[in-house]
């Protein structure tokens, strides 16, 4: 049983288009995440939710929209898709707000934007 | 807030050779620290992980110490194997946030 998944694996679209990342967890885990992965395998946290709730918005710009209607769940969707959203977007998650819970992470969603 | 750094690679080293792979942390309170593994076109996984100062994490025949004195937590293995091919991030937890460093390819050579 896959513990993190998040479809689709990879995304090629236009600059203009809006497109949508799913993810689910099985691990009745609190809390969920997204993150963004550089050409530079740099990982950068997006967004938190705990619960449902948005807990952390980490500067990102309005064109991405996190959607979470259950906890198991957490979406991204993303508007008018720019060339610097080209990188690996990688869902995640975790016990509620535990130092000591690691990280569990998906496969990840490779987008490239043309 | 927390940060991360470690050494940049790549690391190039023969089978059977020791790994170390720095990582320097500053944090308020008390974090974990992790080391994660991400083979290529796949997720990150956790390899170890340390909750408090002194705790060792091991897996796989790597192992990492938590050192308050020094604010570190290298990486090592005694005898590296192709197949630790990879790339390595050190993690320290926060608040509903992980902060990652910025990765240290490994290249096992035959």
């Known amino acids: 049983d896959t513990a993190v998944s998040q479809t689709p694996k990879y995304l090629v679209t236009q600059m203009g288009n809006d497109k949508s990342i799913k993810c689910e967890q099985n691990?009745?885990?609190?809390?969920m995440y997204w993150y963004k992965q550089d050409s530079k395998k740099f990982l950068k946290i997006m967004f938190s939710?705990?619960?449902?709730?948005?807990?952390i918005n980490e500067t990102v710009p309005n064109r991405f929209s996190p959607k979470s209607p259950d906890k198991a769940h957490l979406n991204l969707h993303i508007n008018s898709l720019e060339l610097g959203d080209s990188a690996v977007y990688f869902c995640?998650?975790?016990?509620?707000?535990?130092?000591?819970?690691?990280?569990?992470f998906g496969n990840g969603t490779r987008l490239t934007v043309t | 807030g927390n940060s991360v750094t470690q050494m940049e690679g790549p690391v190039t080293l023969s089978e059977e050779a020791f790994l170390t792979i720095n990582c320097t942390y500053t944090?308020?309170?008390?974090?974990?620290l992790f080391w994660y593994v991400q083979y290529p076109g796949e997720g990150l996984q956790l390899l170890l992980k340390?909750?408090?100062?002194?705790d060792k994490g091991s897996n796989k025949g790597f192992e990492a110490t938590y050192r308050k004195e020094t604010t570190s937590f290298h990486l090592e293995k005694g005898s590296v194997q192709v197949s630790d091919s990879a790339v390595y991030f050190c993690?320290?937890?926060?608040?509903?946030?992980?902060?990652f460093g910025t990765g240290t390819r490994l290249k096992v050579l035959a």
């Open positions: 995640a998650s975790s016990q509620e707000g535990s130092y000591n819970s690691p990280l569990h």
């Open positions: 691990l009745g885990h609190d809390t």
């Open positions: 939710y705990n619960n449902k709730e948005l807990i």
């Open positions: 944090a308020t309170g008390y974090p974990s």
């Open positions: 340390a909750t408090k100062a002194d």
């Open positions: 993690a320290t937890s926060g608040t509903y946030k992980y902060i």
